[in-house]
């Protein structure tokens, strides 16, 4: 069967993703430099007094994605407490806001690489992206309101929280490489019948047909039975059974995580591969999938802090003039670089050692959150 035409568009944008994926944070910045409101006197001075912003937010983005979780997880925490060392101190609402919007294309960037692999259920995705927007956006809003004492309290819950799954959670992706989809894998011949990283099985082992998509790269596909069990291939051959049961329980994580994504800039990627994990999802396509749904947040999440302060009653007077311009201008193409590193990090690190080392930061970071709250 000849493929489609929208099966060859969606072929080529996944074959020469890493052209689009590099050329929206270029096209964001020229944007930015030719329209956005600048103060009356912004030269070439101010658009390079962040440059060293790069570096930190490259480092930040490569070590989320490598484990899965909302950027701004670490983003906030650096521009609370490193920032004010090297430049100044931020309000807490431009803090959420330079995170949120620098995630949103650190996230994308490594969710279209999760794509590109046919390691993310659409499906299920679109489902929990839809099904926790008005929490994203109530979250959002009600940033412009909450007092900053309690902004740091719910951020140090957000973090401890974070910090409490990552402990408890194996989301350890590097396990024995499978075959491929024509049998030749990359170990001995006699290593056949062993399992494919999380959960996945060589395709050879895979018990009949196996589904290969027209518009996905290698043999990638996808098919679900009259029983309900979804298979999924990705582009190197190793198969993935699950089903999309359990739907109760990750919107009942995500709407939570959601709250916390608008309020603080993360949570939901944190609570959601969690509930994922917990319905029996194989951690690949979990996160995968929970890739693209922090990133459609993220986005979402940017919008609303970016544009809503103007027009609410009462709220903090921030507006899109008030965006710090001359630091998104370096974090963005930092995080989107980061996004794209992060797959070859995670197949060369231990990932269990990062995520440990993360849980960790995250812990001290809530103590001094709190400590900070109640005004010590």
């Given at each position: ?214 518009g996905k790269l290698g043999p990638a596909g ?26 109760l329980e990750r919107f009942a994580n995500y ?52 544009f809503a302060g103007g027009f609410l009653p ?63």
């Open positions: 069967m000849a493929p489609t035409s929208s099966a060859e568009v969606q072929k080529s944008f996944l074959k020469y993703q890493h052209f689009f994926v590099f050329a929206a944070p270029v096209l964001f910045v020229v944007l930015v430099v030719a329209a956005a409101p600048t103060p009356a006197n912004a030269g070439l001075d101010y658009w390079l007094e962040y440059w060293w912003l790069f570096f930190f937010f490259l480092l930040g983005a490569t070590i989320v994605n490598t484990v899965g979780i909302s950027g701004s997880a670490m983003f906030v925490p650096f521009l609370i407490f490193i920032f004010p060392l090297l430049a100044y101190e931020l309000e807490p609402e431009t803090i959420v806001k330079v995170g949120l919007i620098s995630e949103s294309f650190g996230l994308s960037s490594s969710a279209v690489a999760f794509i590109q692999y046919g390691l993310v259920d659409r499906r299920l995705g679109l489902s929990l992206v839809v099904g926790s927007i008005p929490f994203v956006v109530g979250g959002a809003l009600l940033s412009f309101y909450i007092p900053e004492p309690l902004f740091h309290a719910a951020l140090a819950v957000a973090l401890l929280g974070a910090a409490y799954l990552l402990y408890t959670a194996d989301l350890a992706h590097d396990g024995h490489e499978g075959e491929s989809a024509d049998g030749a894998g990359s170990g001995d011949a006699t290593d056949a019948h062993q399992s494919a990283p999380d959960g996945g099985e060589p395709a050879s082992a895979g018990g009949g047909e196996l589904p290969d998509d027209d996808v098919g679900v039975d009259d029983e309900g069990t979804v298979t999924r291939v990705d582009r190197e051959g190793d198969s993935y059974s699950y089903t999309w049961g359990g739907y709407g939570v995580g959601g709250v916390f994504q608008g309020l603080a800039g993360f949570g939901i990627g944190e609570l959601g591969i969690i509930s994922m994990l917990r319905t029996n999802v194989p951690v690949r396509v979990a996160i995968g999938t929970n890739h693209v749904i922090v990133a459609l947040t993220a986005v979402l999440a940017s919008l609303v802090h970016v009462g709220a903090h007077s921030l507006s899109l003039a008030s965006t710090p311009w001359n630091m998104v201008v370096f974090t963005v193409p930092a995080t989107t670089l980061g996004g794209q590193i992060a797959p070859y990090v995670s197949n060369a690190l231990d990932t269990d050692t990062i995520t440990m080392g993360v849980a960790g930061l995250f812990s001290v970071i809530s103590v001094a959150l709190f400590l900070m709250a109640v005004g010590i």
